[in-house]
């Protein structure tokens, strides 16, 4: 695994609610909630659905609009259907260079 800069500083600062980037040959959304930042793939494993186009944040939860699925931000464990299955979760840090996602 290796650590890939996938957003400058200012970039980073400007995130709303997702930034969608891709790293390693992976599709990532990552986002901040606090001064905490989390990267998760960028894909519902219900029905493929882009979280950066169409997920929300509550409480610490990913909440996917298509279809309801929920999973947890930190771990990306099911807390809802109707998936069944978890999101893949990356290590992600702000450093001197900008954003760096561990893929």
Known sequence: MAWHR????EEAG????????AAGGQEIAVTRLGEDWFAVQD???HAG??????????N???VCNCHGS???LRTGEVLRGPAEYPVRTF???LGDGGLEVEV
Do not use: K, N, Q, Y
């Open 6 to 9: 996938v957003a400058s500083s």
């Open 14 to 21: 400007g995130v709303r609610r997702w930034l969608p980037v």
């Open 43 to 45: 894909r519902c494993t």
């Open 49 to 58: 659905c882009a979280f950066s186009e169409e997920a929300s944040i509550e």
């Open 60 to 62: 610490g939860r990913i």
């Open 70 to 72: 929920e999973f947890d």
């Open 91 to 93: 290590a992600v840090r």
